[in-house]
Every structure is written in C-alpha cells, then in structure tokens.
C-alpha cells in the first residue's frame, strides 16, 4: 500500500468512502452532498489516498491543529477506509504510513477526535499508539443519547 497525494481525478471515489464512512456513529455533523465541487471544497487542504495495487481504499485528511508557530508541531487529522476494504488492516496501514512523512515534516505529535461510539476506530487507534489525553463527556446529543467524545494523541 502506497500514501499519495491527492489528485482531482480521484475525488468521486474520496467522495463515495466519505460519504459511506461519516455517519452519526462515527461524526456528531456528517456532511452529506452529491455535488463534487461543494464536496471539494470541504476536503481538508492535506489530503492523502491509500492505494492498494491501485485501488483508493482509505482516505487520510490532516491539518496544522493551531494557526500559530508555538503549536505547529501539532496536527489533526481524519481517516476514513472503503467500505468493502474495512477490517483488513488499511487504516492501520495508513497512519503508519503517515507517521513516517509527519516526522518527516517536522510533526512531533498527532491528534485525533473519536466518538465514543466508533468502538472499531478506537481500538484501531490504541493498537497503533494512541492515548486518551481526554473525554469530553455527553458532548453530543445524537439519535436521542448523549456520546462521549474522545480526544487521543500519539507522540512521534
């Protein structure tokens, strides 16, 4: 599997991961359009596509967490796998991937917000080394329940 940047001729198949991936189970606002250039223009401006053999299979979206130089070591970032491609080790794979180009770029901590529902991403994101720095608690009121929200970082 390769991380790569980008590019507009795969925005449809971003567009079809996303749109399968960000439900209320795994976001409190998911973002739902069939129009590509409303879509575009909310992709996050760092996005990186997992291709296996060619194939997109994951999508992995980042950005600098604060707009000043005392936090620039700091990013945020988003993940989302195929929907046929999910449980077979890619999302894993790709913040491994990342991991090595967030070093590279100078990145030295990495920080991502998980519902509490999304039980699948948090074991993913432990088992690669993430820790719960904190939980917002009933941050969300969500098909009627409250949903814990979850802050975790991994150290590079």
């Not at 994951?58 to 929907?83: M, N, Q, R």
């Amino acid at each position: 599997m390769e991380l790569v940047p980008f590019v507009e001729e795969d925005l449809l198949k971003v567009m079809e991961i996303s749109q399968d991936s960000w439900t209320f189970q795994t976001t409190p606002s998911p973002f739902k359009t069939t129009d590509p250039e409303v879509f575009f223009k909310r992709l996050s401006k760092n996005t990186l596509l997992a291709k296996e053999n060619g194939e997109v299979v994951g999508v992995l979206g980042w950005e600098e967490k604060y707009p000043f130089p005392t936090g620039s070591h700091v990013c945020e970032l988003d993940i989302a796998v195929k929907k046929n491609q999910r449980q077979k080790g890619f999302g894993s794979k790709m913040l491994r991937l990342f991991f090595v180009q967030a070093k590279e770029m100078g990145l030295k901590k990495i920080s991502i917000r998980v519902l509490a529902t999304n039980e699948k991403a948090l074991q993913m994101y432990k088992k690669v080394g993430f820790e719960v720095e904190g939980c917002l608690v009933k941050e969300f009121f969500i098909n009627e329940q409250y949903v814990n929200d979850y802050q975790l970082a991994i150290f590079l």
